[in-house]
């Protein structure tokens, strides 16, 4: 049923001149699910506060609440909890009170919140961050009802809900060249966790969090692990982690941890890069990094300054990011592209022996071409820990054994292999170790060479190609602009 209704609000977004793809879709459902899911929440409080015999104060006036505007219900006998037409606002008229009215009532809890990590703070940023684009009023109310169709009462609904609205992201993800941004597959992600064994007490941290899929489904990992009331509150308040930059990821991020079960998720709309990691202190630092940072970018000279290694590309800002802000003994998962393992620039250079220096990189992780759909690049899963040097790294290369496409992507299946051999990093046709005294020191090329199988050919995608070239003639044109200021 749920998945059915969440195709035919696809449909009517589909018809609508506000909409124009994926991406409109899965953020304009989530608002809409959200403020859904937060009326049953304040439901369910209020009547536990009444058989608790105490008083519940609404986050919403009761103008604003869903079951006011948006789902106004029938009374009497045979209602059935069927929405009353007559009531509910539809056409101009809810289109007005949702753009003029709602949304700035919304956007205020920012302002009137009383911290950041409040339920309130996360209303107000997520509905600063977005706007209405359902043209139609007569549009924006067929979505309202069947929104309202959707209940989240029962674990089993809020398991398949959760379940149908990743399917949403992964479909946001494949929909172009920068699915990568909001998809990481479940099963690559899920092995990550398999290995760094994240624990109940422990801060878990992406800066690069996107659709949050790294923290929920570490959540996942430890929910059958919270024996006690404790435990529970640890999970909710005190685990888990983000940042995130472009305003579209970080409401999807929200409403994807909601729905996994996570009430006031601790993700903050910011560009980490934007950060000096010199600011960074011990209280900011956590015991376990989980991320797939973005590739391919080239970020300004003023971002720049606030690392030690200066470099455009992002991924490589991020990499130093996450080990200044992992603990001592702390635990990292990182995906990044496999020319991380063996570029010449200084930057590459640089970040690989400060990797291998402040931390022991125990296992990479090969992963083939097409683990990431609508990505054209090769990637390595880098597995470390912080405080101490690496002394041997242990390398497995995933070969499903298949092309893997859209129609045919990586599963869990094809990961159990390397999360059992990794346990005790032992030597197969696939995995080999280095040890870190045979690394070349004045490279330090890290490269992915099986000596089961003979050296890899990788082949790189023509986009990752045409990127190098734009970043070298950017390279080139740089000195040559220095030249003829010095002849000037």
Not at 197 to 212: F, H, M, V
Not at 220 to 233: C, R
Not at 452 to 477: C, F, M, Q, T, Y
Request: net charge negative.
């Amino acid at each position: 049923m749920f998945e059915q209704t969440f195709k035919n609000i696809d449909d009517i977004l589909h018809k609508d001149a506000g909409c124009t793809s994926e991406l409109d879709y899965t953020e304009q459902s989530s608002w809409l699910l959200f403020l859904k899911y937060l009326d049953a929440l304040e439901a369910d409080k209020a009547t536990e506060a009444v058989l608790e015999g105490r008083d519940y104060q609404f986050i919403l006036s009761e103008p604003y609440r869903w079951s006011a505007w948006a789902a106004p219900k029938m009374s009497g006998q045979g209602a059935d909890g069927k929405i009353d037409h007559n009531a509910a606002l539809t056409g101009d008229d809810l289109k007005a009170f949702v753009n003029a009215k709602l949304f700035p009532y919304l956007a205020g809890f920012k302002q009137r919140a009383s911290g950041p990590q409040t339920i309130k703070y996360k209303i107000g940023e997520v509905f600063s961050e977005i706007t209405n684009k359902i043209q139609s009023g007569y549009n924006l109310r067929d979505v309202i009802d069947r929104i309202d169709e959707l209940r989240f009462g029962s674990q089993a609904q809020k398991h398949e809900l959760s379940h149908l609205y990743e399917a949403k992201i992964k479909n946001m993800g494949n929909a172009g060249r920068n699915g990568g941004e909001y998809y990481t597959p479940r099963p690559l992600i899920r092995a990550m966790i398999d290995v760094v064994q994240p624990q109940i007490g422990e801060r878990i941290y992406d800066a690069a969090c996107g659709s949050a899929g790294f923290l929920c489904e570490a959540f996942a990992y430890l929910s059958p692990k919270a024996t006690k009331a404790d435990d529970l509150e640890t999970l909710q308040k005190r685990t888990f982690y983000g940042k995130e930059k472009k305003s579209l990821a970080y409401v999807i991020g929200i409403m994807n941890m909601i729905l996994h079960g996570i009430e006031a998720p601790n993700i903050v709309h910011t560009n980490t890069l934007g950060e000096n990691i010199n600011d960074i202190q011990e209280r900011d630092r956590f015991d376990v990094i989980l991320a797939n940072p973005p590739f391919g970018g080239k970020e300004r000279k003023e971002v720049q300054q606030n690392f030690p290694i200066k470099t455009g590309e992002t991924a490589f800002l991020f990499m130093q990011h996450f080990i200044k802000s992992l603990r001592a003994g702390g635990r990292a998962a990182v995906v990044i592209k496999n020319t991380f393992l063996s570029n010449t620039d200084n930057a590459s250079v640089a970040l690989r022996k400060q990797l291998l220096t402040d931390c022991n990189l125990h296992t990479v992780l090969d992963c083939p071409g097409g683990t990431f759909q609508g990505a054209g690049v090769k990637t390595v899963v880098l597995f470390f820990t912080k405080g101490e040097p690496t002394r041997q790294t242990w390398f497995y290369q995933l070969d499903p054994g298949r092309n893997m496409g859209k129609t045919n992507p990586l599963n869990d299946a094809d990961l159990v292999e390397f999360v059992q051999l990794q346990k005790t990093f032992a030597d197969s046709p696939k995995s080999w170790s280095v040890n870190a005294d045979s690394v070349n020191l004045d490279t330090f090329d890290l490269s992915v060479k099986n000596p089961n199988g003979g050296e890899e050919v990788v082949h790189r995608s023509p986009a990752d190609i045409l990127d190098e070239i734009a970043a070298l003639d950017a390279e080139a044109a740089e000195v040559l602009g220095n030249i003829r200021g010095l002849l000037a």
